[in-house]
């Protein structure tokens, strides 16, 4: 079994699409397809069911795939440890969420782009749940967390920094100016919001179901933000997103605590061998999140 082979089907297996593993690969879909056949005529069995446009691993294909990440793993531990004086290089695909994206995430983009400009970094925006999974099945390198829990089935996770969050409003909202404000305050206000499965927005959510405020969803966290400014409600948001606005004064914090503590984590495959140019993202994660903390 040829390596390339072996890592051309685990790309099909991990996305199943032929379509969409050749887009990753930079390869022409029949190269794909070809390699695929090749694959199966040598072990004498079907790697892949043909469901119309749709594909499925076979129960060989299943026990296969195991075998075929460790090969691959296995194969990039061997060429870091004879390159290992070299110029990091490699791609990193990241799984990521809006809020980290713009707001934690641009010095490090910002360092790889001119000190190692090898490192290809792809940035693909997931919330939770769907990182995580996109972490077990490999098609994440490593994927950024906001979650109150640092344990993680089947992952690895280091934890970066805890990640405040701010209850705002428009300075010349009912609720700006209050010394204190119960939860239950809250019920008579418009909450404004970023889309559901961001875990903020939906333990905010959980934390008033008693008294079920209305909630008028924006999407984003810009949009958020807009929405509040204008006057349109309130909103809990990362401290880290709307610094710049409660610095100007176009946005107020209010004195409500949130009863939970969201952490930024880095997480990736449990038992996963990280490659040299991975394990220094890994590192400079952590310093230049450590670095913003102040």
């Known amino acids: 079994m040829e390596l390339r082979l072996l890592a051309t089907f685990e790309k099909v297996a991990t996305v199943l699409s032929f379509t969409r593993a050749a887009a990753e690969l930079g390869y022409a879909q029949s190269s794909v397809t070809g390699q695929i056949k090749s694959l199966e005529s040598s072990l004498g069995v079907e790697l892949f069911e043909r469901l119309g446009s749709r594909i499925r691993l ?39 969420m809006e809020s980290l994206t713009s707001y934690r995430l641009p010095p490090l ?9 090898g490192v290809r970094l792809t940035l693909r925006p997931t919330l939770g749940d769907e990182t995580r999974q996109a972490l077990r099945q490999g098609t994440y390198d490593v994927g950024f967390l906001m979650e109150p829990d640092t344990e993680h089935e089947g992952l690895e996770s280091e934890v970066l920094a805890p990640e405040p969050l701010v209850l705002v409003a428009a ?19 418009r909450l404004l919001g970023t889309e559901p499965g961001c875990p903020y927005r939906d333990l905010f959510e959980e934390e008033l179901r008693e008294w079920a405020p209305p909630f008028m969803e ?31 004064g176009t946005l107020v914090p209010l ?11 880095l997480a990736w495959r449990r038992g996963k061998r990280l ?9 400079q994660a952590r310093r230049l999140v450590a670095e913003q903390r102040g």
């Open 218 to 248: 924006f999407g984003t966290i810009e949009a958020t933000k807009r929405g509040v400014a204008a006057g349109l409600g309130v909103a809990l948001l990362p401290r880290v997103a709307v610094a710049a606005e409660l610095s100007a």
């Open 255 to 265: 004195p409500w605590e949130a009863p939970f503590t969201l952490f930024t984590q």
């Open 171 to 189: 300075p010349d909202h009912p609720l700006a100016g209050r010394t204190a404000l119960p939860t239950e305050d809250l019920a008579a206000s």
């Open 58 to 96: 076979t129960g060989a294909g299943e026990r296969l795939l195991p075998y075929a990440r460790r090969m691959s793993e296995l194969a990039e531990e061997a060429r870091g440890a004879v390159t290992e004086a070299a110029e990091p290089s490699g791609p990193i695909s990241v799984g990521t």
């Open 275 to 283: 490659p040299a140019h991975v394990r220094l993202f890994v590192e």
């Open 109 to 117: 983009l910002e360092y790889f782009h001119h000190r190692y400009p």
